[in-house]
């Protein structure tokens, strides 16, 4: 196993929703291959931008996914949020409260004074999602950042993974204040630097996630790797379409892509002729855009028609191709 993609790196940072799990489902192979990277040695962070929940109830739910976890391996977007507004606001400050459990709880750690109302002037404002955020505490929340109180959002996740599809995350919920107020919050967690930054703490880190918007563009934004896997939000098609601060290192079906060697791309002959080769899979740009040649597994096609759509960026890809990688999306 010393030539597995693990093996180049100190810590995995793994994303939770549509990664480890999704809602109360374990995501298949998950817990198997979290194991065999503890075993190579290899520190786990889990790392959400789902603020709702404190690390302690975090560690039991993946336990109960079948994944073996401690508080102390958690990192939430509440912990980064808390934190940014003690960088601003100095410790012992008032703080509007809006969203789960494990945001008031991550600011009474952090040394915060944590409210439920505008009228207790708050000089900040820390949003994150809860299942039970409504009117109300939105309402507060405009309130406080239009008497001008710092506003941090935890996160700006437009959408959160669960059994039934994609279902309203923070993000959503942001955007309602930001409607109301006119102004823009700090934001926290992915895919700003934060909560990966001190999930990593210096070391050579992988960010493991399923969304090219969170996970990946805040792995590029901390100068850190990139794993994408297929087993949550993103689709084939959003890789192959990615700008190019949305474009993972590597690519893999699920988290066992980490106990497996790197995936190389070769390029072959140059001009108009050119291919991109991966294992037995092979990418060609045709008349109509890039076609994949007979042979191949489907990752290993997504992988060379990523190689070769980013490189040319002006070819479109055809649709006989995006059905030889949608199998991947079926996950």
Known sequence: ???????????????????????DRPVRGAAEAVAACRERGVAVRFVTNNASLPPE?????????????????????SQAGASLVVDRCGAGARVLV????????????????????????????????????????????????????????????????RE?????????????????????????????????????????????????????????????SSLWVATGVDATAAVLDAPPHQRPDHLGADLGALLAPAATVVREGEGPQRSWRCGDAQV????????AEDGGQPLDVLRAACAARWELEDVAVTDDLRRRVSPLDAR
């Open 164 to 224: 039934r599809g994609p279902a309203l995350g923070n993000g959503s919920l942001v955007a309602a204040v930001r409607t109301a107020t006119g102004a823009e919050p700090l934001v926290a967690g992915k895919p700003e630097r934060p909560l990966l930054d001190a999930a990593a703490d210096g070391r050579r880190a992988l960010v493991v996630g399923d969304r090219l918007d969170t996970d990946v563009a805040g792995a590029r934004a901390a100068g850190l």
């Open 57 to 77: 109830d975090v560690a039991a739910h993946l336990g109960r996914t079948g994944v073996r976890a401690s508080a102390e391996e958690v990192r939430t977007s």
């Open 284 to 291: 060609r740009r045709g008349p109509d855009g890039l076609v």
């Open 98 to 161: 809006v969203g789960g459990p494990g945001v008031a709880l991550a600011c009474r750690a952090a040394g915060l004074v944590p409210v439920t109302s505008a009228d207790d002037e708050p000089v900040a404002v820390l949003q994150g999602f809860g299942p039970d955020v409504g009117w109300a505490a939105l309402t507060e929340a405009a309130y406080a950042v239009r008497a001008g109180a710092l506003w941090v959002a935890t996160n700006v996740d437009t959408v959160l993974a």
């Open 1 to 23: 196993m010393a030539d597995a993609l693990v093996a180049s790196v100190e810590v995995l940072l793994l994303d939770l929703d549509g990664t480890v799990y999704a809602g």
